[in-house]
């Protein structure tokens, strides 16, 4: 990871923190900060992802993958985009099945990692289970609103942890032989 990407990491675990404080000390302010910041992540990511794909994946083996995620990405971008209008109680669901989806995938990465003899499969692996934990925890709070808003305030502080984790990480220097 070069230094520009980690001063990202390290900039968007640091608003993932002030995020969760904010949930704790205006609940009605972060309902609707959490719709736009989602909101425009999703379009962002499926524009560029369209345009990367128009640029360069068209030719790129599996390259229609791309156009269908960046599709889908701007397609979730303009739900998001509706959800304001809705009880806070959709926009916490809606947090907590992109919680438990992203934990299926951290876990899909880690048991990759392991099927092919990677030694660094644990924490994927680990991020996993503890994301479906708290989209679970969630689930058996979703009655409360005040409760989901501790869960996903948890649940911002632990990916923030991951974010600072992933920036002091070490590169892994691979040398390939002729």
Same mark, same amino acid.
């Given at each position: 990871?070069?230094?520009? =990407?980690?001063?990202?990491?390290?900039?968007?675990? /640091?608003?993932?923190?002030?995020?969760?404080?904010?949930?704790?000390?205006?609940?009605?302010?972060?309902?609707?900060?959490? /719709? @736009?910041?989602?909101?425009?992540?999703?379009?962002? =990511?499926?524009?560029?992802?369209?345009?990367?794909?128009?640029?360069?994946?068209?030719?790129?083996?599996? *390259?229609?993958?791309?156009?269908? =995620? *960046?599709?889908?990405?701007?397609?979730? *971008?303009?739900?998001?985009?509706?959800?304001?209008?809705?009880?806070?109680? %959709?926009?916490?669901?809606?947090?907590?099945?992109? @919680?438990?989806? #992203?934990?299926?995938?951290?876990?899909? +990465?880690?048991?990759? #990692?392991?099927? !092919? *003899?990677? +030694? $660094?499969?644990?924490?994927?692996?680990?991020?996993?289970?503890?994301?479906?934990?708290?989209?679970?925890?969630?689930?058996?709070?979703? $009655?409360?609103?005040?409760?989901?808003?501790?869960?996903? #305030? !948890?649940?911002?502080?632990?990916? #923030?942890?991951?974010? %600072? !984790?992933?920036?002091?990480?070490? $590169?892994?220097? !691979?040398?390939?032989?002729?």
């Amino acid at each position: 990871m070069g230094t520009g =990407k980690r001063i990202i990491s390290l900039l968007t675990g /640091i608003v993932m923190i002030l995020g969760a404080v904010m949930m704790f000390i205006e609940p009605e302010l972060t309902y609707l900060v959490i /719709i @736009l910041v989602v909101d425009i992540i999703l379009l962002y =990511k499926g524009i560029q992802s369209v345009v990367y794909y128009f640029r360069m994946a068209k030719y790129m083996v599996d *390259g229609l993958s791309i156009f269908f =995620k *960046g599709i889908l990405m701007l397609d979730l *971008g303009i739900f998001v985009f509706f959800l304001g209008a809705m009880p806070p109680v %959709f926009v916490m669901l809606y947090l907590v099945v992109m @919680l438990a989806v #992203s934990g299926a995938l951290f876990m899909a +990465k880690g048991l990759e #990692s392991k099927g !092919v *003899g990677a +030694k $660094n499969w644990k924490r994927p692996f680990i991020d996993g289970v503890i994301r479906i934990i708290l989209a679970v925890l969630c689930l058996f709070f979703l $009655n409360s609103l005040e409760m989901m808003q501790i869960m996903i #305030s !948890v649940t911002l502080v632990f990916s #923030s942890l991951d974010r %600072f !984790v992933t920036a002091f990480k070490e $590169n892994a220097i !691979v040398y390939v032989g002729v």
